[in-house]
């Protein structure tokens, strides 16, 4: 399996390369697909084999775990109940997983690659974290169901870390619309590949880049600077996670940006074969 060590971390990721790639004289070009809090790439692996399977002649396709979540993990030695040991930043983690991606993508592409970013939820700040980062590098960004307001409170947060299990189980009812048991067990037994310290500072990272001066320092950056990158974002009027007009605002304050609202059952309903979604992601491409 492919790891890339990053601060002593080894970053699990799945990645294609295009048959146009071995060619010196075309344009290297890669898309990399970002999960949300508490996911792992198989989160995002239903739009990963789409695009493979409609672009993957002309596209390189990274589909990476964020560091500490599911495969990716530190080297650490394991602590006595089997689940390894780990230190994640206090603070700044949308900016400590943008950087980790871009220090896969240095790995697996030549210098100067252009990066599309695709990213759901949480994986939608990353994208925008690292464009603002990395504007040179950067050609198109997706944003799936994400914006700076998630709707994560302080109080919601002190419940996770207190009853894990059942408040991360109310909140995936929320996030699936759906009360079905094996849907959720389903949906239970995904996010707790990632142990349960990394999933609850996923929250508190996305609930901090929202609130904090970095976010809107981010926009004021690509919008005077690089407003050649695209931004595509896209919704659903059913999802109780994300705030509609969020999405809406965000859309305004980025000037080379197009919005569409698609209707997704709910906050999960994008990443697995949705017909619509894949559509969106054909025009964004093709763009």
Not at 23 to 36: F, P, Q, S, T
Not at 135 to 156: H, Q, W, Y
Not at 235 to 252: A, M, R, T, W
Request: glycine residues 4%; charged residues 25%; aromatic residues 12%.
């Amino acid at each position: 399996m492919p790891y890339k060590k990053v601060n002593d971390i080894d970053i699990f990721y799945i990645f294609h390369e295009a048959p146009i790639a071995k060619d010196k004289n075309a344009e290297n070009r890669c898309i990399v697909l970002i999960h949300g809090a508490g996911g792992n790439h198989l989160s995002m692996l239903s739009i990963f084999n789409y695009i493979k399977k409609r672009f993957g002649k002309t596209f390189n396709i990274l589909v990476p775990d964020l560091p500490f979540h599911f495969r990716s993990f530190s080297a650490a030695a394991n602590s006595n109940d089997n689940k390894p040991n780990f230190i994640m930043p206090e603070s700044g983690g949308i900016s400590f997983y943008a950087k980790s991606i871009n220090s896969i993508t240095e790995e697996v592409m030549e210098k100067g690659a252009k990066i599309t970013l695709i990213g759901h939820s949480m994986g939608a700040q990353v994208c925008l974290k690292y464009a603002a980062l990395f504007p040179e590098n950067t050609e198109k960004v997706m944003l799936i169901a994400g914006c700076r307001d998630t709707g994560i409170s302080d109080s919601f947060i002190k419940s996770l870390e207190n009853s894990f299990d059942r408040t991360i189980t109310l909140f995936l009812k929320d996030a699936l619309g759906s009360r079905d048991k094996n849907i959720l067990k389903k949906a239970l037994a995904d996010i707790k590949r990632t142990p349960d310290t990394a999933v609850v500072n996923d929250f508190k990272y996305s609930q901090d880049y929202g609130k904090s001066r970095n976010y809107e320092k981010d926009l004021e950056f690509i919008n005077d600077n690089f407003k050649k990158i695209l931004f595509y974002f896209v919704y659903s009027e059913k999802d109780l996670i994300i705030k509609q007009k969020c999405v809406k605002d965000l859309s305004k304050k980025i000037i080379n940006s197009f919005i569409n609202n698609i209707p997704a059952k709910n906050h999960m309903d994008f990443l697995y074969g949705n017909y619509l979604m894949e559509k969106e992601i054909d025009k964004f491409l093709l763009t």
